[in-house]
């Protein structure tokens, strides 16, 4: 199985600001995504990060306000731009992979509150 | 696109006593589906798995049953524990290496000592 670490594990930021988080696995995979979680629901896709390539983003979700990184097969950033208190959320990184796994493991989530 | 439906949305059992959670989908074309537990504070972390071309699969407490035929599927928690407590989500994805898992709503599972 992939271990997911992701950092900051939790953080309180001003409005306006920007958060970069960030997720390391411990292997090479074939996908990452990242998911918000609102309070007491479900998992809600924002992107998949592409390596070597842009993210692709589910509707609701933009570049501009969620831009994302993926350098390699094992790392990427989420970056939570311009933010209000409507960002407030988990942030969970997840994999899939190696080619052909079915698989997705999750990190352990970002706890984001925007004050 | 697919829609997964969980149900109940809570469930309460007394410690030793069995759990049953139960997930529809839509998709006639997905073939995988995952159960995910998630306690609080944590991600979600994958318990169990079966893909459609089987009907039931088991690991030590837990099982998952399969219905292709109603669009059902099931986790099964026997012997229920205190640390059993936790939401619960099921999910489906089709074929394809870009197919995504489309998750249920989750399920609060309480043991009660």
């Known amino acids: 199985s992939a271990v997911i670490s992701q950092k900051p594990s939790r953080d309180i930021c001003q409005r306006g600001t920007s958060l970069t988080i960030q997720c390391q696995v411990d292997?090479?995979?074939?996908?990452m995504f990242w998911y918000r979680q609102q309070p007491g629901q479900s998992l809600t896709l924002i992107a998949t990060?592409?390596?070597?390539?842009?993210?692709?983003?589910e509707s609701g979700f933009v570049i501009d306000k969620f831009p994302i990184s993926r350098p390699n097969l094992t790392f990427s950033t989420l970056t939570v731009s311009n933010m209000s208190p409507e960002d407030s959320s988990i942030y969970l990184c997840?994999?899939?992979?190696?080619?052909?796994?079915?698989?997705?493991?999750f990190g352990p989530g970002t706890r984001l509150l925007v004050l | 696109g697919e829609n997964v439906e969980q149900h109940p949305s809570t469930l309460s059992v007394q410690e030793g006593d069995s759990a049953v959670i139960k997930c529809s989908y839509s998709?006639?074309?997905?073939?995988?589906f995952p159960w995910y537990k998630q306690e609080l504070g944590k991600g979600p972390q994958l318990i169990i798995d079966?893909?459609?071309?089987?009907g039931e699969k088991k690991d030590q407490r837990i099982a998952v049953t399969l219905n292709k035929t109603a669009k059902h599927f099931s986790l099964h928690i026997t012997e229920t524990q205190p640390e059993d407590s936790a939401v619960y989500f099921c999910?489906?994805?089709?074929?394809?290496?870009?197919?995504?898992?489309?998750f249920g709503k989750g399920i609060t599972l309480s043991v009660r000592p």
């Open positions: 997840s994999s899939r992979g190696p080619s052909g796994s079915e698989t997705q493991y």
């Open positions: 998709d006639s074309a997905s073939n995988y």
């Open positions: 079966i893909r459609s071309n089987v």
């Open positions: 292997s090479q995979v074939t996908m």
């Open positions: 990060a592409n390596q070597g390539s842009e993210a692709t983003y």
């Open positions: 999910a489906a994805r089709g074929e394809g290496a870009n197919s995504k898992l489309t």
